[in-house]
């Protein structure tokens, strides 16, 4: 391989887009107002958008005969390096918006960095990203905030996700060997450093949304080393259903 | 509670250069949510460049029993357009 | 209103229809021009979205990025068609909600076809031909309706739809050109999806009741046995080309007409699935009520915070 440690860096961004395209994509055809339904599926669409340009990327440097969806569906659990967040169930809509607006906030401040890289093909991907991504966050906020200071359901609802997956926002801070390796070299983006602005960002759009900020410093963490929690052998057994029962075919 | 999310008109300037033009109708809470529908809505091909909403409830329309004295009084008032004037054909430029 | 005065505009409007004028919502209109619109409409846009939960079903577990990118926009498109329509309809007087009620009550209908599983992901490539095809054939005329938001709406929705039948034909040609699996697989979703979409054209013009009104009106242009015949022409040569068997031994080109002549329609399965015995009536209803009522919460949060918005921005102001 050319260059495994940028392979396995690419990974760590384009699995997250994967796994949360797949999670919206769960919900087409359910949400509380057709409108609703046509916005989520937007964010899906630019998510596997981004995951396909990342992937072609990614197989180019691993061999000649790969493609994105080997890549995309013929992993085993161990290698999928999502962090745990973007895996989380379709609880309520509460969640759907709270697990989109801590992640959107993390993924707009990594695409600005990154359209810095040395590298030309992220410095593309993160561009075009950037434009996708701030629109994504617009309207996850704002739904943070209707839901927030929406009715007395609502808040508790929105509390009760909020509160739920504050554990797993620290785990998009912590880098991995590949990921340090490439933040060295100029190629990667230096998470770390993004984490304190991330919570002040989060932290000012839920005081707005009249929610209370978790103040729980109990953080989970592993997805990025590829140790998922359960729900994602569910989401594998689907997004793989076709490529493993019919291994070897073109679609 | 269940109160229904309004009716909102959707005007989409297709490109520069271009008018705004009615695109459809859409259901949102309130306007940001209205423009975020729109764009959802109405641009998924690349149709638009601006977008404008308004509720439609304030939008005023005329009645169309009233056509007769609305617009046709119009109509024979054909001094208003320019063949109305006889020239003779030598006159060029006009 | 007299009901001499009544029987005359009735007559203009007629005759305005006949001219090929179109009718705008806030012209006068009769009663039951404004009852058949809604209910035709309404069934359209709720075909729209029930028909989203087929082929939803299989957005988790598309064979490959690009084919789930192209089921996510299809199903999309899905919903945008059923919200033209539905605006089209709150034109004449009705509230969506009110639309809704009508669905999940079970009074308003929808079309049959969205009632039969989505078992293998051939059927994303069958329904793709053969259901947006049979949905085109009917819908092209529309465009041309007498009534003004309607026919806006179908131009719309036709401009869009044409890459749904190229998206599902081209799975089909995919998996033909594939392994022997992949072309069973093609063969067994043509077999279990030519019926139903035969029949998704409407049941024959002489157990047809709406059909005379309906013409009259340009809410149809051909009948439903015209639009049938017309289909089946125009499939078989797309079937031959990949090389799969239409599922019917009746089946065969008359030179005489100038058609395909065809077997029997098994109609009791139609009015059977019609009247709400069908594989999957109950699962597709269940899943809309669930919908909506699931997101009850979420539509009077917004509003609610909506109202707050308002209210702190005229104090504000004052």
Redesign the interface.
């Known amino acids: 391989m050319k260059n495994e440690t940028l392979y396995q860096y690419i990974l760590c961004i384009a699995d997250n887009s994967l796994i949360l395209g797949q999670r919206l994509g769960e919900l087409c055809g359910h949400g509380p107002s057709l409108e609703t339904d046509i916005a989520i599926t937007n964010i899906a669409l630019d998510l596997i958008g981004q995951t396909r340009s990342y992937y072609q990327y990614a197989a180019r440097l691993i061999d000649e005969e790969k493609t994105e969806d080997d890549i995309a569906f013929l992993r085993l659990e161990r290698e999928y390096k999502n962090v745990l967040l973007v895996e989380q169930p379709n609880t309520h809509f509460g969640y759907v918006m709270a697990r989109q607006f801590l992640f959107d906030v993390y993924h707009l401040m990594f695409l600005e960095k990154l359209q810095y890289s040395k590298d030309d093909q992220l410095v593309a991907v993160a561009k075009k990203g950037i434009k996708e991504v701030s629109y994504h966050k617009r309207f996850s906020s704002d739904w943070v905030k209707r839901l927030g200071d929406g009715t007395e359901e609502s808040r508790q609802k929105m509390q009760e996700a909020v509160d739920d997956l504050w554990r797993f926002t620290n785990e998009l801070f912590l880098m991995t060997d590949a990921e340090k390796t490439m933040a060295a070299n100029g190629i990667g983006v230096d998470i770390a450093q993004l984490k304190e602005e991330y919570y002040k960002e989060v932290s000012d759009v839920l005081k707005e949304a009249t929610l209370t900020v978790p103040e729980n410093t109990y953080f989970t963490k592993g997805g990025k080393e590829g140790i998922h929690t359960e729900h994602m052998g569910y989401i594998l057994s689907e997004l793989q259903y076709m490529q493993r029962t019919y291994p070897n075919m073109t679609w | 509670?269940?109160?229904?999310?309004p009716?909102w008109e959707v005007f989409v300037r297709s490109k520069n250069g271009l008018e705004h033009r009615h695109f459809?109708?859409?259901?949102?809470?309130?306007a940001?949510?209205a423009m975020?529908?729109a764009?959802?809505?109405y641009t998924?091909?690349n149709e638009g460049v601006s977008i404008w909403v308004v509720e439609s409830k304030y939008i005023t329309?005329s009645?169309?029993?009233d056509n007769g004295e609305l617009f046709e009084p119009a109509q024979d008032k054909i001094y208003r357009h320019p063949t109305f004037y006889d020239l003779p054909d030598d006159v060029k430029h006009m | 209103m007299s009901e001499n005065e009544v029987k005359n505009l009735e007559a203009i409007f007629e005759a305005r229809i006949a001219r090929d004028e179109k009718i705008e919502p806030k012209d006068w209109m009769p009663e039951k021009y404004r009852q058949t619109h809604i209910r035709q409409i309404s069934q359209h846009a709720h075909s729209e979205i029930v028909g989203m939960l087929p082929e939803g079903n299989w957005i988790t577990r598309a064979p490959s990025l690009r084919r789930k990118a192209a089921l996510l926009a299809k199903v999309q498109d899905e919903a945008g068609h059923g919200l033209y329509l539905y605006s089209a309809c709150e034109t004449l007087g009705i509230s969506r909600d009110e639309l809704y009620e009508q669905l999940h009550s079970g009074k308003a209908k929808y079309s049959s076809i969205f009632n039969y599983p989505t078992v293998t992901w051939a059927d994303m490539g069958a329904i793709g031909w053969l259901v947006d095809g049979a949905a085109i054939i009917n819908q092209v005329p529309l465009c041309n309706t007498s009534f003004g938001p309607y026919a806006r709406a179908m131009v719309r929705v036709c401009k869009e739809e044409s890459f749904h039948q190229r998206q599902g034909y081209e799975i089909m040609l995919t998996l033909c050109n594939g392994t022997q699996e992949q072309k069973e697989m093609a063969q067994d979703a043509l077999n279990r999806w030519w019926w139903p979409s035969l029949m998704m054209l409407g049941p024959t013009d002489d157990a047809s009741v709406h059909t005379e009104q309906s013409m009259k009106w340009k809410l149809k242009r051909k009948t439903n046995d015209e639009l049938r015949q017309q289909f089946i022409d125009q499939t078989v040569p797309q079937a031959d080309l990949l090389g799969l068997t239409i599922p019917d031994p009746d089946l065969k080109f008359n030179e005489e007409t100038g058609h395909y002549d065809f077997g029997p329609i098994d109609w009791d399965e139609f009015w059977q699935v019609v009247k709400g015995h069908g594989p999957c009536n109950k699962e597709r209803m269940n899943a809309r009520v669930n919908a909506w009522e699931e997101g009850a919460w979420v539509r009077d949060a917004a509003m609610a915070y909506a109202e707050k918005q308002t209210a702190k921005k005229v104090a504000k102001a004052s």
């Open positions: 509670m269940t109160k229904n999310w009716l459809g109708s859409l259901h949102a809470a309130d940001e949510m975020e529908n764009r959802d809505v998924r091909r329309a009645n169309p029993q």
